[in-house]
Nanobody
Framework: QVQLVESGGGLVQTGGSLRLSCVIS????????VGWHRQAPGKQRELVAQ???????NYVDSVKGRFTISKDTTWNTVYLQMDSLKPEDTAVYYC????????????WGQGTQVTVTS
């Protein structure tokens, strides 16, 4: 089992910054990818950014150049640095873990709310 706990959400004005943290615990030795997802009211959840154990990253087009995903050397914490925030970034942000050999994200955190005011 893998547990993920997010923190760092909050209320920020347009153009501001937040850094989200996802602490990973349990049997995370088999975790291959960690992704940050978000879900806004009335919208489907979307993958925002993901990072592989080796460090390669991917971003959805809407956040490229504004968000940066990173990890610590132990693979225990994954961060999402969010700069130049826009009202459309408002959502609940979740981190999730994908294990080697799995086709999808198996473990999810409880989410953290990010609200960007205009």
């Amino acid at each position: 089992q893998v547990q993920l706990v997010e923190s760092g959400g909050g209320l920020v004005q347009t153009g501001g910054s937040l850094r989200l943290s996802c602490v990973i615990s349990g049997s995370f030795y088999n975790v291959y990818i960690v992704g940050w997802h978000r879900q806004a009211p009335g919208k489907q959840r979307e993958l925002v950014a993901q990072i592989r154990r080796g460090g390669s990253t991917n971003y959805v087009d809407s956040v490229k150049g504004r968000f940066t995903i990173s990890k610590d050397t132990t693979w225990n914490t994954v961060y999402l640095q969010m700069d130049s925030l826009k009202p459309e970034d408002t959502a609940v942000y979740y981190c999730a873990a994908l294990e080697s050999g799995s086709s999808g994200y198996s473990y999810w955190g409880q989410g953290t709310q990010v609200t960007v005011t205009s």
